[in-house]
């Protein structure tokens, strides 16, 4: 008896440590999970009348120098030197900070992180853009 309640202790101690807290879930609608480096980046595609447009969503939270933290996005297309896209910003709105980047192909990668320093240059393990879901009519 006691093994067992040793064990679902442990089970349980596994999930609430494995759990994703309810301040870091997606925006409403459908979001592709890019990225995370302690902060959880997000990103839907858009059809546009040329090529897509890539929204992306990174939840910050309320810790005192998240107000610093920008996000860094950018979209690269055959090798890192390729950026076809690019962004930083620091602007919020509910709890995310929002970007839209333009003239993507679907077998571009994408590249999300916090930008503390500066922006980096993308890395050659960027997200295929292929694989980011579109989004829903609320995003």
Same mark, same amino acid.
């Given at each position: 008896m006691r093994a067992a309640l040793l064990g679902l202790a442990a089970a349980v101690a596994t999930l609430a440590a494995t759990a =994703?807290?309810?301040g870091a879930q997606a925006p409403p609608g459908d979001w592709t999970l890019v990225r995370q480096d302690g902060y959880r980046h997000y990103a839907c595609? =858009?059809?546009a009348k040329d090529d897509w447009r890539i929204k992306t969503a990174t939840r910050y939270t309320s810790r005192r120098y998240d107000d610093e933290i920008g996000v860094y996005a950018a979209v690269a297309r055959g090798s890192n030197r390729n950026v076809v896209a690019s962004r930083s910003t620091n602007n919020r709105e509910n709890g995310y900070i929002r970007t839209l980047l333009r003239g993507v192909e679907l077998s571009d990668r994408l590249w999300m992180q916090a930008a503390a320093y500066g922006p980096a240059e993308p890395w050659?393990?960027?997200?295929?853009?292929?694989?980011i879901v579109r989004c829903a009519s609320v995003a």
């Open positions: =994703v807290p309810a595609k =858009v059809r050659s393990d960027g997200f295929p853009v292929r694989r």
